[in-house]
C-alpha cells in the first residue's frame, strides 16, 4: 500500500463518521430572503431606522440604515451585508405569561436541534450596564456563531439573537451593533402616556 492510499484511508476514517454525525443537522444561509423565502430587496430606500414591536408598544432603534428587514414571525429579523451577520429581536408586554428566560433556553434547545454544535447554558451578563442572559455557540459545521441575549426593561420583556459567520465573531461593529439595540429598546410614548393615564 503506498502512502497517497495511506493517507486517503486515514482522511476517510475520520470524515466519514463526522459526515454520518453531522448529516442529521442544517446550515443557515445568508442569502436575501426574509422567512417565507421572498427575495429581500436591498437596493430599496429605506426611510428611517425606527421600528415598532408588540404592535407600537415598543420602540426598536437601529443604528444605521446597513441593516435591511426581514419580518420573522412575531419579531424582526435585520440582515446586514457590511456587518455579515443577522440580528433580531423579539418583544413582549408583562403579563404575557413570556419571559426571557424561557424564550431564551426554547430558542438555545431549537438551535441546537436544528444546528448541533457545541453551544454555552445561559449565564448572567451585562451588555451596555444592562443585565441579560446570554447563551451562545456555533453549528456543528462551524460555519455559523450565535448569541443570544434575554433582557427585561421596564417592565417588557425581549429576546436579541445574533448569527454571523464563525469567523467574524470578534467583529467590534457587530458587537457595538448588538448593544446599541439592547440599550436602545424601550417603551414607545404611547405606551409611556396610556400607563400615565390610568
Known amino acids: ?66 441593516w435591511a428587514v426581514n419580518h420573522t414571525g412575531e419579531g424582526l429579523e435585520f440582515l446586514s451585508d457590511e456587518r455579515q451577520a443577522r440580528l433580531g429581536v423579539e418583544a413582549h408586554l408583562a403579563g404575557s405569561g413570556w419571559s426571557p428566560a424561557n424564550a431564551l433556553q426554547a430558542t ?46 421596564a417592565g417588557i420583556q425581549f429576546l436579541v439573537w445574533m448569527r454571523t459567520p464563525y469567523q467574524n465573531r470578534w467583529n467590534t461593529r457587530l458587537k457595538a451593533d448588538v448593544a446599541w439595540v439592547i440599550n436602545n429598546l424601550h417603551p414607545s410614548t404611547r405606551t409611556v402616556m396610556n400607563k400615565l393615564e390610568k
Open 1 to 66: 500500500m503506498n502512502l497517497v492510499t495511506r493517507i486517503f484511508l486515514a482522511i476517510a476514517i475520520f470524515a466519514i463518521p463526522t459526515a454520518v454525525a453531522a448529516a442529521e443537522f442544517s446550515t443557515g444561509t445568508d442569502a436575501h430572503r426574509d422567512i417565507n423565502g421572498a427575495q429581500v430587496d436591498k437596493m430599496r430606500d429605506i426611510k428611517g431606522v425606527r421600528y415598532d414591536l408588540a404592535d407600537g408598544a415598543i420602540v426598536l432603534l437601529m443604528t444605521d440604515d446597513e
Open 108 to 153: 438555545l434547545d431549537n438551535l441546537k436541534k436544528a444546528h448541533g454544535g457545541t453551544w454555552t447554558s445561559p449565564e448572567q451578563t451585562n451588555v451596555a450596564g444592562i443585565p441579560a442572559l446570554k447563551a451562545s455557540g456555533n453549528d456543528v459545521f462551524g460555519n455559523y456563531y450565535f448569541e443570544i441575549y434575554g433582557v427585561e426593561r
